[in-house]
Nanobody, 124 residues
């Protein structure tokens, strides 16, 4: 059974940093794409960043380019999201997701597995 467990969320002031982790288990993810999504109150879930587990290729939403970095550790089966220069508009619940394809897609409906989410709150 696939499990994705996020950690690392919290509260930070604007301009600060956080690193989210997503520990994946239950199968081999070498042919998967992994994504980070976020959902703010009253808004739809949106793509933040993605990484192809096999190639390491990445993709980012325009709103986070240059501030966020997604990476993976094959040995630990863990995906990270390093978030720098955080803004109040980054406040949301952040979700890790896995897709049974190595191609990164920004649509949440194409992902097969989801974590429970971790809250990130950025105050001004």
């Amino acid at each position: 059974q696939v499990q994705l467990v996020e950690s690392g969320g919290g509260s930070v002031q604007a301009g600060g940093s956080l690193r989210l982790s997503c520990a994946a288990s239950g199968r081999t993810f070498s042919s998967y794409a992994m994504g980070w999504f976020r959902q703010a109150p009253g808004k739809e879930r949106e793509f933040v960043a993605g990484v192809s587990w096999s190639s390491g290729r990445t993709n980012y939403a325009d709103s986070v380019k240059g501030r966020f970095t997604i990476s993976r550790d094959n040995a630990k089966n863990t995906v990270y999201l390093q978030m720098n220069s955080l803004k109040p508009e980054d406040t949301a619940v952040y979700y890790c997701a896995a897709r049974r394809s190595s191609v990164i897609i920004t649509s949440a409906t194409t992902y097969d597995y989801w974590g429970q989410g971790t809250q990130v709150t950025v105050s001004s």
